[in-house]
């Protein structure tokens, strides 16, 4: 089975600001990890994914994520906030090589820029 | 192709009403998702569709609510006897051969 934790439900940054979410996982078998971001009253948009390729991963928006085994996290990172970032962020992880296809997501982390 | 699409985007409904939700994938994925978020949660799988087989539910899925993929290419799923717990945004989402999926944009559910 498969559960992530993302740890603080709001976090409060300053306009150019580092950004630090955290996600931790639990898988029983390799895992792909993602992060997706969500805008008030809109689907999910992926920000990253996390397929084994490389432990530090690149995605949309200036956003990183680095996968540590060893830590059993996978924490989003900016290095500078813009007003645009204030959204709610979800971290999801997936069975790798299963026939399982779920995503199983974390309960969020809404993310405030202050000017 | 442009994305994933839901529609109605709003639906307000009585309790005891039926409702009827479809979603249109993206045309070469061949998977596609149900998923259900209520007001400060993560979406939560309801169900997954390989092509036309219905391969996996979730146990949220009560015996209320049904889903269907006819030819493998849109997908409606209908709520029977709405109750007020199963006002939520329904999230439907669809993944051809990579990782991540592609979300649509959600019907936000009232039951009053």
């Known amino acids: 089975a498969q559960s992530v934790t993302q740890l603080g439900s709001h976090v409060s940054v300053s306009e150019g600001a580092l950004v630090l979410l955290r996600c931790n996982y639990s898988?029983?078998?390799?895992?792909?990890l993602f992060w997706y971001v969500q805008y008030p009253n809109q689907g999910l948009q992926l920000l990253l994914k996390y397929t084994s390729a490389a432990t530090l991963v690149k995605g949309i928006n200036g956003f990183e994520a680095e996968f540590k085994k060893s830590e059993t996290s996978f924490h989003l990172t900016k290095p500078s906030a813009h007003m645009s970032d204030a959204a709610e962020y979800f971290c999801a992880v997936r069975a790798m090589n299963t026939g399982f296809q779920k995503l199983v997501f974390g309960t969020g982390t809404r993310l405030l820029v202050s000017p | 192709d442009t994305g994933v699409s839901q529609n109605p985007r709003h639906k307000i409904t009585k309790r005891g009403q039926n409702v009827t939700f479809r979603c249109d994938p993206i045309s070469e994925h061949n998977r596609l998702y149900w998923y259900r978020q209520t007001l400060g949660q993560g979406p939560e799988f309801l169900t997954y569709?390989?092509?036309?087989?219905?391969?996996?539910k979730s146990r949220l899925l009560s015996d209320r609510f049904s889903a269907e993929r006819p030819k493998g290419s849109f997908s409606t799923l209908e709520i029977q006897r709405t109750e007020q717990g199963d006002s939520a945004m329904y999230l439907c989402?669809?993944?051809?051969?990579?990782?991540?999926?592609?979300f649509g944009s959600g019907t936000r559910l009232t039951v009053v």
């Open positions: 569709f390989q092509n036309e087989a219905q391969l996996e």
């Open positions: 989402a669809s993944s051809g051969s990579g990782y991540g999926y592609t």
């Open positions: 898988s029983s078998v390799p895992p792909y």
